[in-house]
């Protein structure tokens, strides 16, 4: 029914050939024909789309949220954050505020919701859990007794309980996450944060971390790349031109480590590596050291184990490139009076940079985002952003900063990508 | 001539195996003078690239010496051999712009810039495409690329140039142009040429001499003419040119004259590689020189039925049975007087004895 109905119509429309309509119904003629094409390849893939969006889109798209989303404070202490709306971080706020932030804490205290709040507030500005708990426990005391006549008395009976309520700082941790949308998940990712005058400004020296963390992936990352390129390149050019049978031996042997576990191929590193291990056994008995040497659980078998497993990853885009360079480029090059490293250097290696700029991308990127291998051999020296992000989301429960960690890996993945495109072109990218 | 002239390239007992069981070039002896234009051709697998790469120092001979101009290049890495190479996929570095892939071979030889850039230029002219300079071999067309291709084999002047098959890739038309400018240069710089190919018309009419090669072994090393004219065993009369072959037994012998039974007939022919009475022996007659109802000066003359009429245009392609053979073909020039023939009727042929040609009884697959 479908096709008579095109039919008929291209029939109609080929009688207007000539006329200055002709481009036009052309091309609704090849429209209305691809329509049910193209219909077809969007039904094909939709089950895959909504795969990928439920398990792959969702999850960013919330942990990107999640960076930046901080109602707790907003939610809990309402009164109190609109009380200090308009205070001016000069001194100390009026007594109101004192006032509405007693009445808060304590009824937080009854429905048990302070550990949250102060947690959070903590962060900000440490020692918070503390005053605030023990803020709680006074003023709940005080409202069981005699209770409090007027704001300034309140003001009056925290100072007692504390000190500190006397100074700005803690007003000011409060105001700082006086809404439901901050950039402080960021800025603690950074090593920064607002300060007692709302500004932003760096830690203190002690407290910075994540720069560094950050600093030190990366340059484990790239000397990881590089490991695996001057290693991957020669195994990957061997490939490319040994014989079918001989090859094929060879390409399992580079495949073989994807068979194997992660778990096992990492633990049997420590095996291998460690202070007892067979290499120290080795270097021993043969008198090349005298003292056995740490070789894991820090950042040398951290990188030594990570090359092994991302090798495959360089060799394969590098070998499916070389795949497909004819041996006959080289003899040109020859006949023609090159050298032969000059050839290689001129004639060779540049047709290979799409396979070394697929390789290394892919080997970059799981590096940088690598997990398992740090948090097994990685010790204290060799722990990588990633362990960072595993420990927040587990153990320190700051799901907002590993968020936001996770947020500055994505945006340096992705200005990685932006920089291949714009430097080597992303479509020259050969991955299989 | 001194010898260097006329032995500037020389094979002298070259032998070749891969896999050192089937030797692919079996005792492979060739001379080429200097200017000279010698094409090897030969079939599919018969070891025409391997003699080349051997040449252009790709594949070590396994056997045997290859003097370049009076020295020995066993062990000469390829790149100081010095000589033009074309490749059968023009093997144009497809990063590299056209006047990059031709400057190539000069900055390898570190020439001064200035040189490079008139070398190049004037290449460019050479092949008639000096608004490609800037392109890259992907956007120019296949007959466009092997001209470059020429023009980087010759850019840098070596005294010879080795083509294989060079053409292949071309439609008919631009095949003939061309072998006309491959002609043309190879008269004008006075180079000398190793050329491959496996089309015959090519290679006869572009080549000074021809050897034929099959199994590794060369047939026959000649020039064109005496190739087509007098092709010395089977396998180069049936290779070269259209051919009519009929089987038969030497029933009497002499020097320049033979007489061989088909099928009970009596052919008169000319003894080429034949030796002895009661010997089998192919007969090869070219198409062209057989006659339709010819006169008496013929010495060979028998009954024909005509099977079949195809029109050529110049020539009526004329397919009969003779002797029990009804693949026989007749080629009638289209000429001032057409013969009234058709099909089913009975014809004499006739041809004269020097172009029927007694040669060896090929056995298939070993000549
Ligand atoms: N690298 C190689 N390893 C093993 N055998 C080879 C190799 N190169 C060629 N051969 C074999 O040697 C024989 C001759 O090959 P060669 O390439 O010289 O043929 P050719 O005459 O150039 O054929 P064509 O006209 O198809 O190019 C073939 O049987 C081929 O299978
Ligand atoms: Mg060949």
Same mark, same amino acid.
Request: aromatic share 6%.
């Given at each position: 029914m479908k096709y008579e109905a095109i039919s008929a119509g291209a029939l109609d429309e080929s009688q207007?050939?000539?006329?200055? $309509?002709t481009n036009n119904s052309l091309k609704m003629q090849l429209r209305r024909a691809e329509r049910w094409n193209r219909t077809r390849a969007f039904l094909l893939v939709v089950p895959l789309l909504l795969f990928v969006g439920v398990t792959f889109i969702m999850p960013i798209m919330d942990m990107l949220h999640r960076s930046i989303h901080d109602p707790l404070i907003v939610d809990h202490l309402p009164k109190t954050v609109a009380a200090l709306e $308009?205070? *001016?971080?000069?001194?100390?706020?009026?007594d109101t505020t004192y006032a509405v932030l007693a009445q808060e804490l304590v009824s937080l205290h009854k429905q048990r919701d302070l550990a949250k709040v102060a947690g959070r507030l903590n962060t900000e500005f440490s020692g918070m859990r503390s005053l605030l708990s023990k803020s709680a426990r006074g003023l709940a005391r005080l409202n069981a007794g005699a209770?409090?006549?007027s704001a300034a008395d309140t003001r009056e009976a925290m100072i007692r309980i504390?000190?500190?309520?006397? *100074?700005i700082q803690p007003w000011a941790a409060i105001k700082n996450l006086n $809404?439901?949308?901050?950039l402080s998940y960021y800025l603690a990712a950074l090593d920064m944060h607002y300060d007692v005058s709302g500004d932003i400004s760096a830690q203190p020296e002690r407290r910075q971390i994540y720069k560094a963390l950050l600093i030190k992936t990366f340059a484990m990352s790239a000397l990881i790349t590089v490991l695996c390129l001057l290693l991957g390149y020669p195994l990957a050019h061997l490939l490319a031109t040994l014989p079918e049978s001989r090859s094929n031996l060879l390409m399992i042997m580079v495949l073989l480590p994807f068979w194997t576990s992660l778990l096992v191929r990492t633990t049997s590193w420590i095996v291998l590596l460690q202070t007892e291990g067979v290499i120290n056994d080795v270097l021993i008995s043969i008198g090349l050291i005298s003292e056995r040497i740490r070789?894991?659980?820090n950042l040398f078998g951290t990188v030594i184990a990570m090359t092994h497993i991302l090798l495959p990853f360089m060799v394969l885009p590098l070998y499916s490139v070389m795949k497909n360079i004819s041996p006959s480029y080289m003899r040109a090059a020859r006949s023609l009076g090159a050298k032969p490293a000059y050839a290689f250097i001129h004639i060779y290696l540049p047709q290979t940079l799409p396979g070394i700029g697929a390789g290394a991308i892919l080997t970059f990127i799981l590096s940088i985002g690598f997990y398992i291998t740090p948090a097994l051999v990685g010790g204290r020296s060799g722990q990588m952003i990633s362990n960072f992000i595993a420990y927040h989301m587990?153990?320190?429960?700051n799901w907002g900063l590993a968020a936001a960690l996770g947020g500055i890996l994505l945006g340096m993945v992705l200005l990685l990508y932006f920089v291949y495109n714009r430097l080597i072109g992303i479509n020259s990218l050969k991955v299989g | 001539m001194n010898k260097s002239d006329t032995h500037y390239v020389r094979f002298l007992n070259v032998q070749k195996t891969y896999d050192g069981e %089937? +030797?692919?070039?079996?005792n492979f002896n060739l001379d080429i003078a200097q200017g000279e234009f010698v094409t090897m051709l030969?079939?599919?697998?018969?070891?025409k690239t391997t003699c080349l790469m051997m040449l252009a120092g790709f594949e070590s001979a396994t056997q045997g010496e290859i003097y370049i101009d009076g020295t020995p290049? %066993? %062990? #000469?890495a390829p790149h100081k051999r010095d000589i033009g190479m074309v490749f059968q996929n023009y093997? #144009?570095?497809?990063? #590299?712009?056209i006047a990059e892939n031709l400057s190539f071979p000069l900055k390898v030889r570190k020439l001064p810039k200035s040189d490079i850039e008139q070398r190049v230029k004037r290449a460019l002219d050479m092949i008639e495409l000096?608004?490609?300079?800037?392109?890259?071999?992907?956007? #120019?067309s296949g007959g466009q690329q092997q001209r470059v291709a020429l023009a980087r084999a010759l850019v840098f002047e070596p005294k010879l140039v080795l083509m294989d098959e060079? +053409?292949?890739? +071309?439609?008919k038309q631009l095949r003939e142009q061309m072998q006309y400018e491959i002609k043309r240069l190879h008269e004008r710089l006075g180079i000398t040429v190793l050329y491959v190919t496996h089309d015959q018309t090519e290679a006869l009419t572009m080549s000074d001499r021809i050897a034929v090669f099959n199994e590794g072994v060369v047939q026959q090393l000649a020039s064109p003419t005496e190739l087509y004219?007098?092709?010395? %065993?089977a396998f180069v009369a049936q290779f070269i040119g259209e051919n009519n072959k009929l089987s038969g037994q030497v029933e009497q012998i002499n020097q320049d004259s033979c007489v061989v039974s088909v099928e009970g007939c009596s052919v008169q022919a000319l003894p080429v590689n034949i030796r002895q009475c009661g010997e089998p022996t192919t007969l090869s007659i070219r198409p062209e020189r057989i006659q339709i109802n010819?006169?008496?000066?013929?010495d060979n003359r028998f009954d024909a039925r005509v099977l079949e009429l195809i029109y050529h245009g110049d020539h009526l392609r004329t397919r009969v049975e003779l002797m029990n053979h009804d693949q026989f073909i007749v080629k009638v020039p289209n000429g001032a007087h057409p013969l009234a023939i058709s099909k089913g009727d009975q014809v004499q042929v006739g041809w004269h004895r020097r172009d029927c040609r007694a040669l060896d009884a090929m056995i298939p697959g070993r000549p």
């Open positions: 207007t050939i000539g006329t200055p $309509s $308009s205070w *001016d971080r000069q001194q100390i706020p009026e209770g409090l006549e504390d000190a500190r309520w006397s *100074d $809404s439901r949308y901050t070789m894991v659980h587990q153990t320190s429960l | %089937n +030797l692919v070039v079996k030969g079939p599919s697998g018969s070891g290049v %066993n %062990n #000469l093997a #144009l570095f497809p990063h #590299l712009t000096p608004q490609v300079a800037g392109r890259r071999p992907g956007q #120019l060079p +053409l292949g890739a +071309l439609d004219e007098r092709p010395s %065993n010819p006169d008496a000066s013929y």
